[in-house]
């Protein structure tokens, strides 16, 4: 068993120019399987709310609902760093709510440390945070919580205002203590500007190769859906009708008595 991946590992990694890889769980099973395929990073993402709940997006999922599928996940890993991602308004209110949740990750749920969307506008939350020992990763580009403002799921940073934005954000969260950051829909260019400006890790999630690392939802890679990924999502197998026809044949063995069989009965 390798070395239980730290915060202090993570930079060591961007020094030394290893790649990270992160990937999300929201359970034991599929947690206890990235954690021994040797994934350095597990999100409890609140995509949860898209990929397990059948919410129409992230903004519905609640604090007791991640901290219920932390915890699942945490009792599933011993190597990877377990980062719980903040859901929408949980950390928007007050710097003492934001403390109390971000918290409740650490202390009830066993998680590393906590993932917050925002830039300038939560620089002072983050150091309070940090500053009582919470580690916090940034969260840039295109920000879920913020589907309604944003218009849709759509790249960021396109423009030179944006960009010149994102790269500030960046750079004030690197200030402010966050232990690395990621980057979402940004294109590859701007990610490695960002990459290069700040001292902390940055985790592309559909920004390109530039980035110290890379994250994607684990049920896109496997496949697991029957509607197509997004552009930047690879999938390594295509587990959905593989599963649907496993629970076919079941059925039809079932139905005709030819499950179970001798084999499967106790005498």
């Not at 040797?38 to 059948?54: A, C, E, H, K, T």
């Not at 939802?217 to 997004?230: Q, Y």
């Amino acid at each position: 068993m390798a070395d239980k991946i730290t915060i202090v590992k993570l930079k060591e990694m961007k020094q030394n120019k290893e790649k990270i890889t992160m990937l999300t769980a929201y359970d034991y099973m599929m947690a206890k399987m990235i954690d021994e395929a040797g994934i350095d990073v597990i999100l409890v993402g609140d995509s949860l709310g898209n990929v397990v709940l059948g919410y129409e997006n992230t903004l519905p999922v609640t604090m007791d609902e991640m901290i219920h599928h932390t915890k699942a996940v945490v009792r599933g890993t011993k190597r990877s760093l377990v980062i719980g991602d903040m859901p929408f308004m949980s950390y928007q209110v007050s710097k003492e709510d934001s403390i109390k949740n971000a918290g409740r990750f650490l202390k009830e749920a066993g998680a590393s440390g906590v993932k917050l969307e925002g830039g300038q506008e939560i620089v002072k939350t983050i150091k309070k945070m940090v500053g009582i020992g919470i580690p916090v990763m940034g969260h840039l580009g295109l920000t879920p919580q913020s589907v309604c403002q944003l218009g849709g799921y759509k790249v960021q940073g396109k423009d030179e205002k944006t960009a010149q934005r994102i790269i500030e954000d960046a750079k004030a969260l690197d200030e402010a203590g966050v232990f690395s950051i990621v980057l979402e829909c940004v294109p590859a260019e701007l990610a490695k500007e960002i990459t290069e400006a700040v001292s902390v890790p940055t985790i592309s999630c559909g920004a390109g190769v530039f980035c110290d690392g890379q994250v994607l939802v684990t049920h896109d890679i496997l496949g697991l859906f029957d509607k197509p990924p997004a552009k930047f999502v690879k999938q390594y197998v295509k587990l959905n009708g593989l599963i649907k026809d496993a629970f076919k044949e079941y059925i039809d063995e079932v139905k005709s008595g030819s499950f179970p069989t001798d084999e499967y009965s106790y005498h």
